[in-house]
């Protein structure tokens, strides 16, 4: 298996049954993929990046996105999502030597990519051929496959200065059904209750805000990637109460969470946009 500072990959299918715009959403972890049916438009600094099916995407970790997934009838929109960790980019990246890396991380995409490396990126996708393999070799695999990404133009942009709530995120996203308190957070950190309230205020957010906007983030993508009835969901990022969870849903993402899966014939805009700042929510 990878060494533990690299942790398995695990691909995600997402799927969508209605056209849908989310906004402002995040990744903790830069995701390559490959869009397999319907169109998606991901605008980061007011550029779009468009994606149609069959061609693939780097998208980058703690960079608030525009998302707008397209279905094309009579097939869901669906894309395949393996996510990477950065350390692994800046490892190839060094390797690459001449490489020019973005000052900042931004979406990239590439329309083809040669068959060997459409091949290997299927292969990393599959589950269980990572871990059936070396370390090393994993290890490898993965680099290969983030080369051939920067050769055909999907660069990763370099790191941007770690955030506290970027840190609060990633704990918060370790165990979504736990019931996260500041004081739990504070004493993680090793700080005082009012110094973390102090320092994410200094980064125009609250915990409050970021703890309910990583369950939402995880809910989303456990209603775009799975199965599991809207109760299970409900539970597995912290409500109790469907009704409640579904109230939360749509007061962010501005609909009801069954309308994710399911879709409609009308277009929705899914996601109105928040009044806090900061990053809100997985990228999908």
């Known amino acids: 298996m990878l060494d533990e500072v690299f942790p398995i990959p695990t691909r995600a299918l997402i799927r969508q049954g209605g056209r849908a715009c989310f906004f402002r ?17 991901v605008m980061a600094d007011d550029k779009a990046l468009r994606l149609e099916a069959g ?47 973005p ?9 083809k990519l040669p068959e060997e490396a459409a091949a290997l990126f299927e292969y990393c996708c599959q589950p269980g051929n990572l871990t059936r393999l070396p370390g090393a070799i994993a290890k490898a695999r993965l680099m290969e496959l983030i080369t051939w990404f920067a ?35 504070a004493r993680s950190f090793n700080m005082s209750e009012a110094t973390l309230r102090r320092k994410l205020a200094a980064e125009n957010t609250g915990f409050s805000e970021i703890l309910s906007d990583t369950r939402m983030n995880r809910a989303l993508g456990l209603i775009q990637t799975t199965t599991l009835p809207m ?36 277009f929705e805009r899914i996601g109105a946009e928040v009044e806090h700042s900061g990053a809100d929510a997985l990228a999908r």
Not at 166 to 182: C, K
Request: aromatic share 8%.
């Open 231 to 266: 109760a299970q969901v409900a539970l597995e990022v912290g409500y109790d109460s469907p009704s409640q969870f579904a109230a939360r849903f749509k007061e962010r993402f501005g609909v009801n969470p069954r309308h994710v899966r399911g879709g409609s014939e009308r």
């Open 151 to 185: 050769l055909y133009g999907a660069v990763l942009g370099q790191c941007q200065s770690p955030r506290l709530e970027d840190r609060l995120r990633q704990m918060i996203e370790s165990d979504t059904t736990f019931d996260w308190t500041l004081a739990h957070a």
């Open 25 to 41: 959403l995040v990744n903790t972890s830069p995701l390559l993929i490959q869009v397999q049916s319907g169109t998606k438009i």
């Open 103 to 111: 000052s900042r991380p931004v979406p990239a995409g590439t329309s």
């Open 55 to 101: 061609a693939y995407g780097l998208l980058p970790d703690y960079r608030p996105l525009t998302m707008e997934n397209i279905p094309k009838a009579p097939q869901k929109y669906q894309t395949l999502a393996l996510p990477v960790p950065r350390q692994l980019f800046e490892e190839a990246y060094t390797r690459m030597g001449s490489l020019a890396v």
